[in-house]
């Protein structure tokens, strides 16, 4: 088949009006001045967590390339549907949600997988509000410590669940194993290759966000919704007019 005979087909599937072609000027908007907001979640209460020390590691690189950092503390807040979203922990994180552009989640890895302490976080944050998404089109940036060799599961497991939530995961990501070589006695993170792949998820963290922030809306605008969004329109009006 020939490419202008396949440029003329039809499709009797496709609602032609809620079909969009690429926007250049959406996808290239003016660069928003303000620091990069980003939100970092942890996932451990231990009083000696590496997992919260590799948390504030991050903070100290992403506030020293420019972004606004909030750190949300875990300690308090419920299992998911012990209590009402009005708990004031639960209010707090959500708030933290829906301020940040991006986002960090470092977690332990326990039993080949991330910690209850990491989903509960997660869990909390819902896909919607009404018609706000907190989570939907921020950056995210995924960490893990382990207490022995390199392992992979908690960052393939937070991988889903960014999917999940409709965010954009950045490609990098970091994994420090024997966690607890890798901090001095100042809870400060040695040098060494895993510090450097930490600077790198960071560095590739504050890009990715200044890139995708303003464009946010329109590369989460979805054709499936528009159909949907249309159909409700015209039950309501349809119903009123009864």
Known sequence: MGRASALSETFPA???DYLHQPDLEALRPAFSTHKPRILILYGSLREVSYSRLLAHEARRLLERLGCDVRVFDPKGLPLPDESAATHPKVMELR???EWSEGQVWVSPERHGAMTGVMKSQIDWIPLAVGS???TQGRTLALMQVSGGSQSFNALG???ILGRWMRMITIPNQSSV???YQEFDADGRMKASSY?????DVCEEMVKFTILTRDASSYLTDRYS???EDAAKLEQRVSLKSI
């Not at 510090?195 to 600077?199: A, G, I």
Request: proline share 4%.
């Open 225 to 227: 919704e528009r159909v």
């Open 14 to 16: 496709l609602k032609e």
């Open 177 to 179: 194993a024997k966690a």
């Open 195 to 199: 510090y450097d792949r930490v600077v």
């Open 157 to 159: 497991q937070m991988r």
């Open 95 to 97: 708030a933290l949600s």
């Open 132 to 134: 706000v998404r907190p």
